[in-house]
């Protein structure tokens, strides 16, 4: 975010906290993409990742008042989604709902890399094929692995959202990265993109 | 053979510090001689390697385009919630304070009359005359359960009717609660 971007935000937010339901548009406007895809890849399923990010959005403007601007707004919401995304898993687990496969997509949604029809079948399975991986790993461990790979968090950053140590994020990485390759080739399924050579 | 699984876990590490970003040269360098004598090492970091980039690739999801306008009808009004929660907080206030406020200008109204003897005598035979008129509402509660006892030992069906009684109270107000209660939409 460029420094002009953050000020409009501290603007945003000094409104929203006095009431200002026009300013706390401004900033779902702003953060609605990454509060749904974190909601969508922890839930793996878009009705229910829509109502979690509706939630978070709600449960942030409620408690806006506690929020501590020494960090950033993105970190303190991200947090509150992902949180209500774990919950949501453990109410599902409890509830014994086994699902045979992965839901069929949103018509709703929408990615910013489809092109023409080829490429959406592409993508399509792509997509599949990432959120049936990540489908196959513990909640803390998904919740790692997004906000690493979506959001390009450090380990620090991580550590803040869910509240734990660097360590325990570091472990939980380096855990999922390998249970994700085993099932790849346990399912001898390696992902069709292309490899990089990591140098 | 622990030796080797050892160079297994420490491959693992330099292969997550790869991914990172953060292997250092020598490392790099170790790692590439491991993957050369060991073919399951060499197969997981292609598979490692190719979900990495898999989940770089990965884009960020949007919902669909009415939703800032669907998530602000949702949003509760916290100005008028402000309003309510400051105007109960200041009625418990006044609720509080008003009757301190009264007993306090009641005790330095009649204040002086404590220290009046006719008033602590007035008060110490009103005190008697309550202890009298107490015990005899007990003693009168004690013979009237006497004499109640004589009665259901000469006649105890009353008994019996007694707890029909007390069965029909309870059954009436379970119905009339069952009928009242509000029912889910």
């Not at chain 1, 570091?170 to 990591?198: C, D, G, H, N």
Request: with cysteine; charged share 20%.
């Amino acid at each position: 975010m460029t420094y002009q971007g953050f000020e409009e935000e501290q603007i945003w937010l000094e409104q929203a906290r006095r009431g200002n339901k026009e300013a706390f548009g401004m900033l779902i406007e702003a953060y609605q993409a990454p509060v749904f895809n974190l909601a969508y890849r922890m839930l793996g399923n878009a009705d229910e990742a829509e109502q979690a990010a509706q939630e978070a959005f709600i449960r942030a403007w409620t408690r806006l008042d506690s929020y501590d601007p020494a960090h950033k707004f993105s970190t303190w919401l991200l947090s509150i989604t992902s949180n209500y995304c774990v919950d949501q898993l453990r109410k599902r687990r409890a509830q014994l709902l086994s699902l045979d496969g992965p839901l069929p997509a949103h018509p709703a949604l929408m990615s910013e890399s489809a092109s023409g029809p080829e490429a959406q079948v592409a993508d399509g399975e792509q997509e599949e094929y990432v959120q049936n991986l990540l489908e196959t790993l513990p909640a803390d461990y998904r919740q790692a692995v997004i906000l690493r790979y979506w959001y390009d968090m450090s380990y620090d950053e991580i550590a803040e959202v869910m509240d734990t140590t660097v360590s325990a994020i570091k472990s939980r990485l380096f855990r999922a990265r390998r249970q994700l390759a085993e099932t790849s080739m346990e399912l001898e399924i390696v992902p069709a993109a292309p490899v990089e050579t990591i140098s | 053979m622990e030796q080797r699984i050892m160079e297994h876990d420490e491959i693992y590490t330099l292969m997550m510090e790869a991914l990172d970003g953060e292997l250092e040269e020598s490392d790099q360098g170790q790692m590439m001689a491991h993957f050369q004598e060991c073919s399951t090492c060499a197969r997981e970091w292609e598979t490692i390697q190719a979900i990495h980039q898999l989940l770089l690739q990965a884009p960020v999801l949007s919902p669909a385009a009415d939703f800032t306008q669907r998530t602000l009808a949702l949003l509760p009004n916290t100005r008028y919630r402000i309003y309510a929660i400051s105007a109960i907080y200041g009625f418990l206030l006044l609720v509080g304070l008003i009757p301190l406020a009264v007993i306090i200008w009641f005790i330095l109204q009649i204040g002086p009359a404590f220290n009046q003897p006719a008033f602590i005598r007035g008060l110490q035979q009103g005190g008697g005359q309550l202890l009298e008129v107490m015990q005899t509402v007990v003693q009168a509660g004690w013979q009237g359960l006497g004499t109640f006892g004589e009665l259901l030992g000469q006649q105890p069906s009353i008994l019996g009717w007694l707890l029909v009684l007390v069965g029909v109270v309870f059954l009436w107000g379970g119905v009339y609660s069952q009928l009242t209660r509000p029912q889910r939409v």
